[in-house]
Structures are given as structure tokens and as C-alpha cells.
């Protein structure tokens, strides 16, 4: 069984307010120019999947997903 994570930076529309962002404890998150970054390590697609899911039944807007080199860290 593989144990390695995986880095993700994902960048959504608006400023999101400490409430909101607290609803993603497996980032960090910071703003830049009026959006949110959240960046952070996932164990696997399925946790991916999971906070994709959170950012569309929060009614986000999903601007951008890069999944970080592999030696980066999160």
C-alpha cells in the first residue's frame, strides 16, 4: 500500500472568510488579488474528490487545480 500524498493547490473565486476556509482543515489557506489558494496534501483522489465536493456544494467557484511536483512541499 502506497503511503505517499500528494500536494494540491487549488485556487477558487472570492476572498473566503475564516469561517469558510475553516471547512478545509487539510489546507492552508491564504489571498491573493481577490481569489483563495488552498494549498495542502491529500492521502489519495478519493479525499480529492471529497473536497471538490465541498467547494461545489458551497456554491465556489473552482478557478484553478495543479497537483505539485512530487519533491515539492506542501
Known amino acids: 500500500m502506497n503511503d505517499a ?3 494540491y493547490t487549488i485556487r477558487v473565486d472570492r476572498e473566503l472568510g ?3 476556509a475553516a ?3 487539510e ?3 491564504t489571498h491573493d488579488e481577490g ?3 488552498m494549498r495542502g496534501s491529500l492521502p ?3 479525499a480529492l474528490h471529497g473536497v471538490l465536493t465541498r467547494i461545489r456544494d458551497l456554491g465556489l467557484t ?3 487545480l495543479a497537483r505539485e ?6
Do not use: Y
Not at 511536483?69 to 506542501?74: F, G, M, Q, R, Y
Open 5 to 7: 500524498r500528494t500536494c
Open 18 to 20: 475564516p469561517g469558510v
Open 23 to 25: 471547512l478545509f482543515p
Open 27 to 29: 489546507f492552508t489557506v
Open 35 to 37: 481569489a483563495t489558494v
Open 44 to 46: 489519495d483522489q478519493a
Open 62 to 64: 473552482l478557478i484553478a
Open 69 to 74: 511536483n512530487d519533491n515539492s512541499e506542501c
